[in-house]
């Protein structure tokens, strides 16, 4: 069966500080994917990247950056010079199977950031 | 293009009342999910539909849910009759088929109260 793990569950920062959401996820498969959803006071869960199995590149995009590393079953999330607009709630989630149609999504309890001006 | 559209976004209702939430999936999609959330238990799946077949429902926890998908462009979550414990906010979610297009894109969600 697959799990995720997000051991964090609320982080508090001040405004420009650096912070790392931590992901470990547990899978049999050898393909898979994992993602990361914001959900924002708003309540809405917003698509953020999505990763397979046999992509190990890190990725970045403006201050996000994320490190997939198979070897410790880790999808952690860096958000670079936090800005109170990053207050949310962010999960971490994984999709097995590579067959081509959609399966579902398991997913973290979850990481409440707080960023104080 | 417009997104994952659920309606209503708020529904309170009394305990043993039926109560149905709709999802419009985005154009296109050809899969369908309804996910729940709440305090306890976090985001979990109920259901999914891959072209408007239910291919797992494991997630449904009782009779009281059903699920159906009448054609591409349409589902329905009902519970009858309602119990408190139902409470909780549930998602409707769409995605494509493909190796490269399986990101899953939420609605708004349905906020249940039952009293």
């Known amino acids: 069966a697959q799990k995720v793990t997000q051991a964090q569950t609320e982080i508090s920062v001040v405004e420009k500080e650096d912070v790392t959401l931590d992901c470990v996820y547990e899978t049999r498969d050898t393909t898979y994917y994992l993602f990361w959803y914001k959900q924002p006071p708003s309540g809405e869960l917003v698509f953020l990247i999505r990763r397979n199995s046999f992509d190990e590149q890190n990725e970045i995009s403006g201050r996000y950056s994320w490190n997939f590393q198979k070897s410790t079953s880790s999808f952690n999330f860096t958000i670079t010079a936090s800005q109170v607009v990053d207050s949310a709630v962010y999960f971490c989630a994984l999709s097995e199977g590579y067959t081509g149609a959609n399966s579902k999504l398991t997913f973290g309890k979850g990481i409440t950031l707080s960023v104080r001006p | 293009d417009a997104g994952v559209i659920q309606s209503p976004r708020h529904e309170v209702t009394e305990m043993g009342q039926e109560v149905t939430l709709r999802c419009k999936p985005i154009s296109g999609h050809n899969s369908l999910f309804w996910y729940r959330q709440t305090m306890m238990r976090g985001l979990e799946l109920l259901i999914y539909f891959n072209n408007n077949v239910p291919i797992d429902d494991s997630g449904m926890p009782e009779d009281r849910f059903s699920a159906k998908m009448p054609n591409a462009s349409f589902s329905t979550l009902k519970i009858q009759p309602s119990e408190p414990r139902d409470s909780a906010v549930y998602f409707c979610?769409?995605?494509?088929?493909?190796?490269?297009?399986?990101?899953?894109?939420f609605g708004a969600g349905t906020r249940l109260s039952v009293l």
């Open positions: 979610a769409s995605s494509r088929a493909g190796i490269a297009k399986n990101i899953q894109y």
